[in-house]
């Protein structure tokens, strides 16, 4: 939902989720990929590395996938970011 709301223009109501998401996780599992999801949505690259960082340190599926995921998943630009090299690099892709 977090990410349809960051879609559709309604930022604040994207970052509120972003942040209830927070707190679930503070008393139960949730995937990092969910946050990786709405932060990239909202285009806030810092908080999509963070999760994509945990997302690696946990071995979620979605990692794996990163070297052939459709780029309209990922915002403009992403792909290009030298913190996304880097993960692919450590995946053992050496380009994308």
Do not use: W
């Not at 559709?8 to 949730?30: I, N, P, S």
């Not at 070297?67 to 995946?91: E, I, T």
Request: glycine fraction near 4%.
């Amino acid at each position: 939902m977090g990410e349809a709301y960051a879609h559709a223009g309604r930022r604040a109501e994207a970052k509120r989720l972003l942040a209830r998401l927070e707190r679930m996780a503070t008393e139960r599992y949730v995937t990092p990929v969910a946050f990786t999801h709405v932060c990239q949505a909202l285009d806030d690259r810092d908080c999509y590395f963070q999760y994509l960082e945990r997302a690696f340190e946990e071995r979620a599926n979605y990692v794996a996938y990163l070297s052939v995921a459709p780029s309209p998943r990922l915002y403009p630009g992403v792909r290009r970011d030298p913190r996304f090299q880097a993960v692919l690099r450590r995946l053992g892709y050496e380009r994308e």
